[in-house]
């Protein structure tokens, strides 16, 4: 398997409080790699660096080849990470076929002039957003719901918007900050069946989630953390028995 | 919900291809507009030109303000830009007499220069901190204009610069009445002419923009800049074009207000003035053009129409004059702001959510 993205000791800090520490690991293209921890572990602290929110202040993080440390976001996504946000960050008051449009800035050109004068490439490239978007809506089951305000969705719908609006980018790497939060049990049941869509697609994804069954049940690889630190990574079944991990979610063993 | 609904935010040009007749009708109103105001005294051609410029700023304010949700409380300082380009440019102040149609397309660049200087230190601003930094730029340049008079005379200080050329088109000079097919075309009434061009490319303008790819990065950047940086929008270049588009049209509309007026000086570009823009985006409607038409047209006319009823109207009741039309005006401001945002927050026409028509699985173009 090739390797999609390899962090090498990443480290981050925000004042006295070290948010991770020494961070290595590797993802493989086409799998689902999971990122779990109690809270506070650091796992969104990880992400926020992946994706160009914060800069590492150590580390490098190389994406197909290239380094990634130190990118804007916008540039980040287009190297081909996207990513969603643990409290869903949607354009409310745009419907959600526009909020899946949006998702395609950074793979189309239009200028000011292009749009003032709306000339043939500019025609061609909005009716081709619009289809894009649309089959993305139909993809995540919102084709329904393209012209409600993207605030007014169910909750539910508005995680699977920010799927949509994230594929939109045409990601190599899709990193979903915990999509099930909030879920039902059957919502859950039928994101991970979506998950399974996505991967088919040929996109790698990188999953923060709490939902241990969801986990367990998706995820090829796991990632621990722990108070900033890798605590330990494989396939879940070895996850489940390890004793640092076991520590770290239920605490050490009374002493004998 | 049905997936096939009727297209309404792509703004009218499908609806008016549907009503002929309705537009037919708005057109020759429009049209016919100045000579009907001209029966009831040349003031109210002026009035409506000046409301007109109004509408133009309001539309400039709505790209910054409703478009891409950028607090600006110094707006007036691009207007006060255009009207001293072309003052400079077209005046014996310099002894430069350059045509309009030479300066308002400079006008417009200046004052896109001057927006992308306003932008470029704000970027990491919002909200009531951005508003502060908009409202002390909008009085550094009116301050700026007061001063520049000595030791090098540029602006002539608070006195202002005089005998402003108006516009001329060929032989056509916008000063004088001029008959056509026996109508007596007084200068007000070919500014309205020009003015109401000017409308219709700038509202034409701002329907493409957005609708476009740009107009919906501004409004991502609006709706939540660290979301719209997650999708790949470069939100530093957005927003400084945000800055630039906006203050372009304030540009050219200071150049108009320079060429109408003949005169102007620093005390025409004063925070009042920013803050009535923006009160004209806020009532009709952020983001919606056609509520910030109206908002900017209601806030335009009713100064004048208090000026006219006020007096008379107390003078009938009460024998004499009890309250000045001024205050009267402040209180009506304050109470229909007060009272529109309490009841409908999002203005008188608030923006909606625009809707596409598509059919099928195909999608296709709506437009």
Same mark, same amino acid.
């Given at each position: 398997?090739?390797?999609?993205?390899?962090?090498?000791?990443?480290?981050?800090?925000?004042?006295?409080?070290?948010?991770?520490?020494?961070?290595? /690991?590797?993802?493989h293209?086409g799998?689902?790699?999971?990122?779990?921890g109690?809270?506070?572990?650091?796992?969104?602290?990880?992400?926020?660096?992946?994706?160009?929110?914060?800069?590492?202040?150590?580390?490098?993080?190389? /994406?197909?080849?290239?380094?990634?440390?130190?990118?804007?976001?916008?540039?980040?996504?287009?190297?081909?990470?996207?990513?969603?946000?643990?409290?869903?960050?949607? /354009?409310?008051?745009?419907?959600?076929?526009?909020?899946?449009?949006?998702?395609?800035?950074?793979?189309?050109?239009?200028?000011?002039?292009?749009?003032? /004068?709306?000339?043939?490439?500019?025609?061609?490239?909005?009716?081709?957003?619009?289809?894009?978007?649309?089959?993305?809506?139909?993809?995540?089951?919102?084709?329904?719901?393209?012209?409600?305000?993207?605030?007014?969705?169910?909750?539910?719908?508005?995680?699977?918007?920010?799927?949509?609006?994230?594929?939109?980018?045409?990601?190599?790497?899709?990193?979903?900050?915990?999509?099930?939060?909030?879920?039902?049990?059957?919502?859950?049941?039928?994101?991970?069946?979506?998950?399974g869509?996505?991967?088919?697609?040929?996109?790698?994804?990188?999953?923060?989630?709490?939902?241990?069954?969801?986990?367990m049940?998706?995820?090829?690889?796991?990632?621990?953390l722990?108070?900033?630190?890798?605590?330990?990574?494989?396939?879940?079944?070895?996850?489940?028995?390890?004793?640092?991990?076991?520590?770290?979610?239920?605490?050490?063993?009374?002493?004998? | 919900?049905?997936?096939?609904?009727?297209s309404?935010?792509?703004?009218?040009?499908?609806?008016?291809?549907?009503?002929?007749?309705?537009?037919?009708?708005?057109?020759?109103?429009?049209?016919?507009?100045?000579?009907?105001?001209?029966?009831?005294?040349?003031?109210?051609?002026?009035?409506t030109?000046?409301?007109?410029l109004?509408?133009?700023?309001?539309?400039?304010?709505?790209?910054? #303000?409703?478009?891409?949700?950028?607090?600006?409380?110094?707006?007036?300082?691009?207007?006060?830009?255009?009207?001293?380009?072309?003052?400079?440019?077209?005046?014996?102040?310099?002894?430069?007499?350059?045509?309009?149609?030479?300066?308002?397309? !400079?006008?417009?660049?200046?004052?896109?220069?001057?927006?992308?200087?306003?932008?470029?230190?704000?970027?990491?601003?919002?909200?009531?901190?951005?508003?502060?930094?908009?409202?002390?730029?909008?009085?550094?340049?009116?301050?700026?204009?007061?001063?520049?008079?000595?030791?090098?005379?540029?602006?002539?200080?608070?006195?202002?610069?005089?005998?402003?050329?108006? #516009?001329?088109?060929?032989?056509?000079?916008?000063?004088?009445?001029?008959?056509?097919?026996?109508?007596?075309? *007084?200068?007000?009434?070919?500014?309205?002419?020009?003015?109401?061009?000017?409308?219709?490319?700038?509202?034409?303008?701002?329907?493409?923009?957005?609708?476009?790819?740009?107009?919906?990065?501004?409004?991502?950047?609006?709706?939540d800049?660290?979301?719209?940086?997650?999708?790949?929008?470069?939100?530093?270049?957005?927003?400084?074009?945000?800055?630039?588009?906006?203050?372009?049209?304030?540009?050219?509309?200071?150049?108009?207000?320079?060429?109408?007026?003949?005169?102007?000086?620093?005390e025409?570009?004063?925070?009042?003035? *920013?803050?009535?823009?923006?009160?004209?985006?806020?009532?009709?409607?952020?983001?919606?053009?056609?509520?910030?038409?109206?908002?900017?047209?209601?806030? *335009?006319?009713?100064?004048?129409?208090?000026?006219?009823?006020?007096?008379p109207?107390?003078?009938?009741?009460?024998?004499?004059?009890?309250?000045?039309?001024? #205050? !009267?005006?402040?209180?009506?401001?304050?109470?229909?702001l007060?009272?529109?945002?309490?009841?409908?927050?999002?203005?008188?026409?608030?923006?909606?959510?625009?809707?596409?028509?598509?059919?099928? *699985?195909?999608g296709?173009?709506?437009?």
């Amino acid at each position: 398997m090739t390797e999609l993205l390899s962090c090498r000791s990443v480290s981050k800090a925000f004042g006295g409080i070290q948010a991770l520490s020494d961070i290595g /690991f590797s993802i493989h293209e086409g799998e689902i790699y999971g990122l779990i921890g109690p809270n506070g572990a650091g796992k969104t602290t990880l992400f926020n660096v992946l994706t160009g929110i914060y800069t590492p202040d150590r580390g490098s993080i190389v /994406f197909e080849g290239t380094q990634l440390a130190g990118l804007k976001p916008n540039l980040i996504v287009r190297r081909g990470i996207a990513r969603t946000f643990q409290n869903i960050r949607l /354009f409310p008051n745009l419907s959600a076929l526009e909020n899946v449009m949006i998702g395609r800035h950074v793979r189309t050109k239009a200028g000011v002039l292009g749009a003032i /004068f709306r000339n043939s490439a500019t025609r061609d490239e909005e009716a081709d957003i619009e289809a894009r978007a649309l089959s993305l809506l139909e993809f995540v089951g919102l084709r329904e719901r393209a012209n409600q305000a993207a605030g007014n969705l169910a909750y539910g719908d508005q995680r699977r918007l920010e799927i949509a609006r994230a594929m939109a980018t045409e990601p190599r790497l899709l990193a979903l900050d915990e999509p099930a939060a909030g879920m039902n049990a059957s919502e859950t049941q039928s994101l991970r069946a979506l998950l399974g869509d996505v991967r088919a697609r040929g996109i790698t994804l990188l999953l923060i989630e709490h939902d241990v069954r969801l986990v367990m049940g998706v995820c090829d690889r796991l990632l621990v953390l722990d108070h900033g630190e890798k605590i330990a990574e494989g396939a879940p079944v070895a996850i489940q028995n390890d004793p640092r991990v076991i520590e770290a979610y239920l605490g050490a063993p009374a002493a004998a | 919900m049905k997936a096939n609904v009727q297209s309404k935010g792509n703004a009218l040009l499908p609806a008016w291809r549907n009503r002929p007749l309705g537009v037919a009708l708005v057109v020759l109103a429009l049209l016919a507009l100045p000579f009907v105001l001209a029966g009831a005294g040349t003031a109210w051609v002026r009035i409506t030109n000046l409301a007109i410029l109004f509408v133009l700023l309001s539309l400039g304010l709505n790209i910054v #303000v409703g478009f891409a949700g950028l607090l600006d409380l110094g707006y007036i300082a691009f207007y006060a830009v255009g009207a001293y380009v072309y003052a400079l440019l077209a005046s014996p102040h310099f002894g430069i007499h350059w045509p309009f149609w030479a300066i308002l397309p !400079i006008g417009a660049l200046v004052a896109a220069l001057f927006g992308v200087l306003l932008g470029a230190p704000t970027l990491k601003l919002r909200g009531d901190y951005l508003a502060i930094v908009t409202l002390g730029f909008g009085e550094i340049v009116r301050i700026f204009l007061n001063n520049l008079g000595s030791p090098v005379n540029i602006t002539n200080g608070p006195r202002g610069i005089n005998r402003i050329d108006p #516009v001329t088109i060929g032989d056509l000079n916008f000063a004088r009445t001029d008959s056509f097919f026996g109508l007596a075309f *007084s200068g007000p009434v070919k500014y309205y002419y020009l003015l109401l061009a000017m409308l219709v490319v700038v509202i034409f303008i701002n329907l493409r923009l957005q609708n476009s790819r740009i107009g919906r990065a501004w409004e991502a950047v609006r709706e939540d800049e660290i979301a719209a940086r997650a999708m790949g929008i470069d939100t530093t270049r957005i927003k400084l074009l945000a800055f630039a588009m906006g203050a372009s049209f304030g540009g050219v509309a200071g150049g108009m207000f320079s060429a109408m007026q003949g005169f102007i000086s620093p005390e025409s570009f004063v925070l009042v003035e *920013s803050v009535m823009v923006l009160a004209m985006v806020v009532l009709g409607g952020m983001g919606n053009i056609w509520g910030v038409i109206l908002g900017a047209l209601l806030l *335009s006319f009713l100064p004048p129409i208090l000026r006219f009823t006020v007096q008379p109207l107390q003078e009938y009741f009460f024998g004499r004059m009890l309250v000045e039309p001024e #205050v !009267i005006r402040m209180l009506i401001f304050g109470f229909a702001l007060v009272l529109v945002m309490g009841f409908r927050p999002g203005g008188l026409w608030p923006a909606a959510v625009r809707k596409r028509s598509f059919s099928g *699985s195909g999608g296709g173009a709506h437009d």
